[in-house]
């Protein structure tokens, strides 16, 4: 069965520390990317990445900052955790450029930042 | 502006109640259309692509169609278990590989 791994489900940080989410994919994806999910705001792109060593910045790049030295890995930092950054985060990758199959999402980190 | 719509925000139905969730879109060229369900605290899970007008693809109790401006879910005879948030995104075809998505419709089944 195809996966997207996401390391913490829970995450409590301090303001002010810096955070790193991994992501981890076995399907040999082109593409990943990073998510934030908020009620009532949706699905907002954070970051994304179509290569190693690749990436793009979303509608919401600010705060953050990606890394993906290997195809099956893309981690988000958050430089800074600031409380406006408690969050759902969903990690997704898919393949190539047409997305016959969609994104395929990990099952998402609940980040707390106190 | 590139622009997805979903109504309604959430949905209550009896079991067996069939309905329709609705997704209206706005992009300069459509390259797919998409439907995803998700659980509480889970990613979303692919369901269905659909490209061009006309087209319709099922899975169980959901039938998802298309038109140049909206797809509907329909959702047939439901059970609680169809319980959760459905959300609709597209591609437009100028992006390899951005999409679009909707805020969601929340849908309760009722027993």
């Known amino acids: 069965d195809v996966k997207v791994t996401q390391s913490s489900r829970y995450l409590v940080k301090r303001t002010g520390e810096k955070v790193f989410l991994e992501c981890v994919q076995d399907m040999d994806h082109e593409n990943m990317f990073w998510y934030r999910q908020d009620p009532g705001l949706g699905l907002r792109l954070i970051y994304f990445?179509?290569?190693?060593?690749?990436?793009e910045k979303g509608d919401i790049p600010e705060g953050y900052s990606v890394s993906r030295e290997k195809k099956e890995r893309f981690s988000l930092i958050l430089e800074s955790a600031s409380t406006n950054q408690t969050s759902m985060y969903l990690c997704?990758?898919?393949?190539?450029?047409?997305?016959?199959?969609?994104?395929?999402f990990g099952s998402g980190t609940r980040l707390t930042v106190v | 502006e590139d622009q997805v719509t979903q109504s309604p925000e959430a949905l209550r139905l009896q079991e067996g109640e069939s309905s329709s969730l609705n997704c209206s879109y706005t992009v300069s060229g459509l390259r797919g259309l998409f439907w995803y369900r998700q659980d509480p605290g889970k990613g979303p899970e692919f369901l269905f692509t659909l490209y061009s007008a006309g087209e319709e693809k099922e899975k169980e109790r959901l039938k998802a169609t298309l038109t140049k401006k909206e797809s509907f879910l329909h959702i047939t005879a439901p059970k609680p278990e169809d319980s959760a948030t459905y959300l609709c995104a597209v591609q437009a075809m100028d992006s390899n590989y951005q999409l679009i998505w909707g805020a969601g419709t929340k849908l309760i089944i009722k027993p």
């Open positions: 997704a990758s898919s393949v190539g450029s047409l997305i016959n199959y969609g994104y395929t």
């Open positions: 990445s179509y290569d190693v060593k690749m990436k």
